[in-house]
């Protein structure tokens, strides 16, 4: 299955990319760089990266840690090509 045969599946409405963005965004400003560490199933790392994109316009990087928790950054929308 390829990236994009696998977003599709995930049926990326407005309300799944905000919950998934609330997952990994700053909770008191949702401008602000987002710095995620956690658990997160492969859907919802999928799903997070493609909110960011659509609610930031920005690119984020994901990594996988050695303890098999993934990292999300951004620059976050201020900072991004939308932000003032």
């Known amino acids: 299955m390829t ?20 997952l990994v965004r700053d909770p008191t ?10 658990d997160l199933h492969v859907d919802d790392g999928l799903a997070a990266i493609e909110a960011i994109r659509f609610f930031t316009a920005t690119t984020p990087t994901l990594e ?5 928790e993934v990292r999300i950054k951004s620059v976050g929308y201020r900072a991004g090509p939308a932000g003032p």
Not at 64 to 68: A, D, R, S, W
């Open 3 to 22: 990236t994009k045969d696998a977003l599709t599946k995930l049926e990326l409405t407005h309300d799944r990319l905000s919950a998934a963005f609330d």
């Open 29 to 38: 400003d949702w401008r602000a760089p987002i710095d995620f560490t956690g």
């Open 64 to 68: 996988v840690l050695t303890t098999g």
